[in-house]
């Protein structure tokens, strides 16, 4: 019905994601011009290569807010499961599904833990995961001291190269490790929250947390199952990173929750929960990746690069709360 | 329904622990002295001791204070500390500028106009914070943690992660000097909490904070300019990171951008400890105090102990986790 | 006719209260009963019984289509075809209305999303309904009455066989409560059992064919709705012979207090024009949707006309926040007590004194404990307000107390002009008259009350002069003794 393709393309059109798009696409012209170096394969390789650690994180935080909750210990978490993940693997030896199956298994144990003190106990989600942030990163640097991890497994530090065609003589491209998790991730994230009853469950739950207990629907479950998710998306990111960087460093990974929320906000997430979407977190990653990337390729420091990321937060949230008051006092009058 | 029916005594000590209540907390805390008294002796009773406890309390302080405000109002405010390190970093600048070569009057007056521009800046930033929780709606969880990201980004980007040192001594004195052995950050200290309580207890505007924590639309039903109250109430808790950035910056006697980030946790952990409902409506300064001295005995005994520090931080995450929970351990949950 | 559930001596506790007392209830299949009864009465603890959410004391019998069961739990019960549409309608305002409609499809273990078949329910649903939404629009966008239809769609989609509708009409138009009445007779039609938890007596008496009131947890009786009137049912209700007279003080003709002239506002009312004078009770009814509550929180500064003028003593004002009308002289009581009207968790006193504490703050602009206290203490003598301790949350008083706190908050704003918005609602009988004292009191003192409500009765035999808004407009201005409940009603339903 050509009718109601058109209602949906006007629903795309107000959506958020459209303005984002719109937004990326002249950041990319814009840049594309004043900097040749962006629009390369070069370019565009590298970023996706290193922005899946923030990729991979921000899909796992777009479930737990889309169910209405929040977490920021992921990046605790993720330290954690890289270490004890590698030093293991040094230890006894691993392959990458081992290797894989214990970074998983490590933070799908910590998301657990948040999820008990926020819904066994009652306490607001901020304020758990602030607490628990502390409690996974002060245990971790106590019990460790600290110290880095050089040497790792000589075939987890060579990693994969997948689909290699050369795109010139010098270079050749391929799927390395960090793309496919991000792909993966992507693609197990937008099955779960759009192909699963499980999924709707969880939208619905973080529209209307009353009327989902009321249906019979397992809340304590599904709080369990996102915060888990979280805690499992950490540990796969935690792998790409320490593969990327070569090295396990234990102090190195919290700090970055600015990024990985800004990934999300852009997206279009709400804290209220109930909305998101995966190409909206797509988009927003993107729109963090550009923003970065182009601040250095124009040649200012990237000393200044946490700056704007977070005034485009500050627009961007902005933005979105007009636009829902606007919206709000036009379908209150009839 | 007549009156609630009369508690037990295990639902009374558990409403008391849970509203934090002063008598709880003094308890507690004569408690944590005997037991540290105990397992560490006479280098606990010492006046060093209680010295350097009473030195470093002062800015954690401040900036509880600052976040129980925003708690107090149902928000949160992420951004305090990094508007202490922008605000001590203004200050550092225009000191480290301005001062070397200066006498007399332009001496005093460079140092008073640098602490005036490090407020106008907190202020600035909280003006920010308010207009855009209260004007715009956004959740104060996220506007903090942008303005937070923009400080902080701000800070890094203009010193390059660079410290400034170096202040002149009326400057030192705020944050190392004692004023009859008591040292001057805690009287600092008390000229921020008094004013606060008297204003959160007895003026119009501290009975509006508490009953917009509580709920905001039957506020504004009665009357009350709600988004005036939640802007300025903003602004007020941004300048008190401001003060704190001023003792800070004269205790180390340097400014940068990454001081105290550990203090944030701490500081909720502080708030919720004092009685704050982390969903707003209640709380009272005396809490707060008090749980921070409960803290920074233990942290002190800590220190005393040689336990590492970031033992310590998963240690207040737990007791954070611990605080928070009790009320609703009780049985009611007081949503 | 087949009986379709059946239950006796149903009894609930919840600690040392009574909610329910040996209660009997039939309901046959196909037939749309009404289930009436005061704030109290036990209706909605009936109701979370059928549904399964609270199990009944032992002793109870439950009995669907023939077959006995000792316990009902919510999956169990929506097995049977039990469905219960609460007053919040119970939707996910940030899905799709087909997603919503077909929310059943999404219960049961884990499994893949078949969007095609849930559109294919959704549509259907919604053809047998009479409606056509699109089913990929949020139900956020849609409006009260449309997402109440909506959760209709969603409980016939679930197999219904038993539909309980809490408080329909409440936020309904007369023109979507029509609908309504039409869809309820096409759902009956095809066996489906209708119950209508009430409290708006025309309504109960225009759709059930039998009726059951509920008084302090006990059945009061079943009756056909052919066999009573309204009067008959409130005294059921109430328990009292309630003899509706005139109430009022004589008129003390004062001076006009409040002129509205011409006062419209675009989706809410238009070219209305009123004068309220000192010492005068005025009443003003019509249905929800008829734009009274929009008319009047206008007149407290919080719904901006689009035109028309206002005037206080002949001055024209224009209001910009509800704080100027304040000032002003002119408050608002909210129909909506618990979530608007009072902070619950806070303190009497604290509720009592918002709304003046500028006034309280003496030197320096503080306010002291002894100001707050004895403001405190002179409302409670003055109202009669049942407190043991002031410092005691608000949400610990019975609804009688809480409503006199509220009136306390805004007397005490020295008002000229205080309207109440629904004052009796969620208010014991017993505690109705002290409320109405307290507005003749007003009378006297000289202030223009404006009296804002569903029951006729209530604005009859209160009010100097009756208004009806119908639809937005002002259609009836009359004095009350020049008027009857029958006119009234007319006026209020034509």
Known sequence: MPESRLASFGRFRRSHEFWLLIVILALCAGLGVANSQFLTMQNLFDLLTSYAFVGILALGLLVVLIAGGIDISFTATASVAQYVTLSVANAYGANWISVFAIAIGIGGALGALNAIFVQKLRIPSIIVSVATLNIFYGLLIFFTGGKYIYSLPDWFATGIFWFEFDWSKDTSYGVNLQILALAVSFLVTWLLLNRTNIGRQIYAMGGNADAAQRLGFHIFGLNMLVYCYMGVMAGIASLVQAQLAQSVAPTVLVGKELDVVAAVVLGGASLMGGVGTVFGTFLGLALLAILQNGIILLGVSSYWSPFFVGLVILISVSATAWSQRERRTRSARP | MRDAPALSLRRRIVHLAGSGTIATLVLLLIALWVVFAIAIGDRFFSVNTLQSMAFQMPELGILSLAMMLALLSGGLNLSIIATANLSGLTIAFLLARYIPGSEGVAWVGVQVLAIAAGFAVAALVGLVNGFVIAYLGVSPILTTLGTMTLCKGLAIGLTRGNVISGFPEPIVFIGNGTVFGVPFALIVLALCALPVALMLNATPFGAKVYMIGSNEKATRYSGVDTRAVLLKLYVLSSLLAGVAAVVMLARFNSANAAYGESYLLVTILAAVLGGVDPFGGFGKVGGLLLALIILQVISSAFNLLNLSQFLTLAIWGGILIAVAAVPHLGGKAPR | ?494
């Open chain 3, 1 to 494: 006719m087949t009986t379709f559930l059946e239950m006796s001596g149903i009894s609930k506790r919840f600690g040392g209260v009574h909610a329910l007392r040996e209660v009997d209830l039939t309901l046959e299949v196909g037939e749309v009963h009404c289930l009436v009864g005061e704030n109290g009465s036990g209706k909605s603890t009936l109701i979370k019984i059928i549904s399964g959410v609270e199990s009944p004391e032992p002793g109870g019998r439950i009995a669907i289509c023939g077959k006995e069961y000792p316990k009902l739990n919510p999956v169990f019960s929506t097995h049977c075809g039990i469905q219960v549409i609460y007053q919040d309608l119970s939707l996910f305002p940030n899905l799709t209305v087909a997603e919503n409609i077909a929310m059943a499809h999404h219960l049961g273990g884990v499994h893949t999303v078949n969007w095609t078949s849930m559109r294919a329910t959704a549509r259907a649903t919604m053809a047998k309904v009479g409606v056509e939404f699109d089913p990929d629009a949020k139900v956020s966008d849609l409006s009260i009455a449309g997402r109440q239809l909506v959760a209709i769609c969603r409980a016939l989609a679930a197999d219904a066989k038993l539909l309980i509708m809490d408080e329909p009409t409440a936020s309904l138009t007369r023109h979507e409560v029509n609908t309504l009445i039409k869809l309820v007779s096409d759902l009956k039609r095809s066996g489906i059992c209708v119950v209508f938890v009430s409290h708006r007596l025309d309504e109960v008496l225009e759709i059930a064919e039998r009726v059951t009131v509920l008084r302090d947890g006990v059945k009061v009786g079943t009756f056909a709705a052919a066999t009573i009137d309204g009067r008959k049912l409130s005294h059921l209700m109430t328990g009292k012979a309630f003899e509706y007279q005139q109430q009022v003080p004589d008129l003390a003709a004062g001076a006009v207090v409040l002129e509205v002239q011409g006062l419209g506002r675009d989706g809410d009312y238009d070219d209305v024009s009123l004068q309220l004078h000192a010492g005068e009770v005025v009443g003003l009814t019509g249905l929800l949707g008829s734009g009274r509550t929009e008319l009047a929180l206008s007149l407290f500064g919080m719904n901006p006309p689009d035109r028309g003028t206002i005037a206080l003593d002949g001055h024209r004002i224009a209001l910009s926040t509800n704080a100027d009308a304040i000032h002003r002289g002119i408050a608002y009581v909210s129909e909506d007590r618990l979530t608007l009207g009072l902070i619950l968790n806070q303190s009497i006193t604290a509720n009592v004194t918002l709304t003046v504490l500028e006034r309280l703050a003496g030197r320096f602009g503080l306010i002291g404990a002894r100001a707050r206290q004895s403001h405190v203490a002179r409302w409670v003598a003055e109202l009669g307000i049942k407190v043991s301790n002031p410092d005691n949350p608000v949400k610990t008083l019975s609804g009688g107390n809480q409503q006199r706190v509220v009136l306390a908050k805004w007397m005490a704003t020295s008002p000229r002009v205080l309207i109440l918005d629904s004052p009796t609602v969620g208010v014991d009988i017993g505690a109705k008259d002290g409320i109405y004292e307290i507005i003749r009191r007003l009378a006297r003192e000289g202030v223009a009350v404006l009296i804002i409500s569903d029951e006729i009765p209530e604005v009859l035999y209160h009010s100097h002069r009756v208004l009806v808004m119908r639809e937005g407009r002002l259609t009836t201005d009359v004095a009350a003794a020049d008027t009857s409940e029958d006119a009234l009603r007319q006026a209020v339903n034509a």
